[in-house]
């Protein structure tokens, strides 16, 4: 149905939506197909101005969020609010996650990679390994987090997940022509950083890469896990 959502990107932070898969998001929106934003913190450490404060900065973040997906067509913006920095493994923050995947019903879920070796941002850690335990098993599981039920949100199986930031891809997405609308998009994150000509290199560059092997020029990878109840 036109109306169901098929994707659900769960993003630890404003921006890493774009530079995961905002390529992808706006191929799909353009084939019509529904996409909600999931942003589990507000980013109120990124910055390095001195004078800026975390409450000033999560609006400012919240406002170039809302910017970048309005420019991709996703048709809505859920705000967690956990601080930056600040997820945890814990019921809390799986909760939340059960809530709105059982709430939107999403066919698929895309979120950072959790098994990345070495260095990897800590809540890009977390929120990916959370995200899918809240797919499987939590948000199956009628007897997992049973409050839920009463409050009218009956389980959901996902169909499949996809992780972005993968040193283990197995699926590639084309976005060859939807790249400058990936671009764009990153360029409304104004108080994280200037798309400049060597960030604008950088990105084609990834994207070409991603896409050797492949009939078309330019790809998103992910490692894909299609889910088999």
């Not at 009956?154 to 930031?165: A, L, S």
């Given at each position: 149905?036109?109306?169901?959502v ?47 404060t ?16 309005d ?54 850690r ?85 896409a ?18």
């Amino acid at each position: 149905m036109a109306d169901e959502v098929y994707l659900m990107v769960i993003a630890p932070h404003p921006d890493d939506s774009e530079f995961g898969v905002a390529g992808t998001v706006a191929r799909l929106t353009g084939e019509g197909k529904k996409v909600v934003y999931i942003i589990c913190t507000n980013g109120d450490k990124g910055s390095n101005d001195r004078k800026m404060t975390p409450e000033k900065l999560a609006k400012i973040r919240e406002k170039e969020q809302r910017a970048a997906a309005d420019l991709l067509g996703v048709s809505e913006v859920v705000f967690l609010g956990y601080p930056d920095q600040g997820l945890e493994d814990n019921h809390d923050f799986r909760k939340a996650l059960v809530r709105v995947i059982r709430q939107y019903r999403p066919y698929i879920v895309a979120t950072a990679d959790p098994y990345r070796k070495y260095m990897w941002h800590r809540d890009h850690r977390i929120t990916g390994q959370v995200a899918a335990d809240a797919v499987y098993p939590y948000a199956r599981d009628h007897m997992a987090y049973p409050e839920l039920l009463k409050e009218g949100y009956e389980p959901h199986k996902v169909r499949e997940i996809w992780f972005w930031g993968t040193e283990d891809p197995n699926f590639r997405s084309d976005i060859t022509d939807t790249f400058d609308k990936k671009l764009a998009a990153l360029a409304c994150h104004k108080s994280q950083f200037d798309v400049s000509k060597e960030m604008k290199e950088r990105i084609t560059g990834f994207a070409k890469t991603n896409a050797q092997g492949e009939k078309f020029k330019m790809a998103e990878a992910f490692h894909r896990v299609e889910m088999r109840y």
